[in-house]
């Protein structure tokens, strides 16, 4: 699998997006899983950025993917510090505005967007995998 | 992303063109303390140009509807929401949290 590198900053986000919207559309998914598929990666990379990485431009983020018949995966690598999904809360969508907190919205919305999301940590490098089905 | 604020007597309209993500969300949120700040509560914030919104976007709205409704003096709605960005505010829980408007005109008219 080719690996494009991007630099972990937050200005890399639209080229990441750029990227994963003309795969996706190779891929032959319609534009609006194609705009899950984006929202999915761009959530990924920030929390790679601001917890992985704890900060802009301390490390890079590498993308890849694979187009099967009837899936498609996206392959995010990291080498920050490996990020516990569990322990990032699962958000109240049905709280009052006062006590709306919007924290965890991001993999909450990954999770819901995507068919299939697994993280694999080792001692140098932070995998993610994101498969989204298709003929959906 | 680009941020047009239009001001009227009682309520400003803000247009963004482009992203809204973890990159551009901060001047978006700077861009409505202002208005707050200088004593603007009632906001239209029209989407009808804004092509993806990320949960740190999505941040930004919660923290302005919380500004905008204090002490009810007024309240941030939206308008010409497009399809991609409502399934967006849908998916987060945001729909009963938001007026949305099909237009601006329709929008100012609420205040």
């Known amino acids: 699998m080719d690996f494009r590198v991007f630099p972990g900053n937050y200005k890399s986000l639209k080229f990441i997006s750029n990227y994963i919207k003309t795969v996706a559309k190779e891929a032959g ?4 899983t194609i705009y899950t598929i984006e929202t999915a990666v761009d959530e990924a990379c920030s929390n790679i950025i601001e917890h992985a990485y704890g900060g802009e431009d301390i490390g890079d983020i590498e993308i890849g ?3 099967e018949p009837k899936q498609f995966t996206i392959i995010i690598k990291d080498h920050g510090h490996p990020f516990d999904p569990s322990s990032i809360p699962i958000p109240n969508l049905s709280s ?4 709306r907190k919007a924290n965890g919205l991001g993999l909450y919305m990954m999770h819901q967007w995507m068919d299939e999301i697994n993280f694999q940590f080792s001692e140098n490098s932070n995998i993610l995998s994101m498969v989204k089905y298709k003929g959906n | 992303m680009e941020v047009e604020v239009v001001n009227f007597k009682r309520s400003s309209i803000v247009n963004v063109k482009g992203r809204i993500d973890s990159s ?3 001047e978006l949120l700077r861009k409505f303390n202002t208005l707050i700040d200088d004593g603007t509560y009632r906001i239209v914030f029209n989407m009808n140009e804004v092509t993806f919104i990320s949960s740190a976007g999505l941040r930004v709205l919660i923290t302005t509807q919380k500004k905008c409704k204090r002490h009810n003096r007024g309240e941030l709605v ?4 497009p399809e991609n960005i409502l399934a967006a505010l849908d998916l987060a829980g945001f729909l009963p949290l938001f007026k949305i408007y099909t237009t601006d005109i329709e929008a100012v008219g609420n205040f």
């Open chain 1, 29 to 32: 998914f319609d534009e609006f």
């Open chain 1, 65 to 67: 993917y694979t187009d």
């Open chain 1, 96 to 99: 009052k505005l006062a006590e």
């Open chain 2, 24 to 26: 551009t969300s901060p």
């Open chain 2, 78 to 81: 939206l308008s010409s929401v």
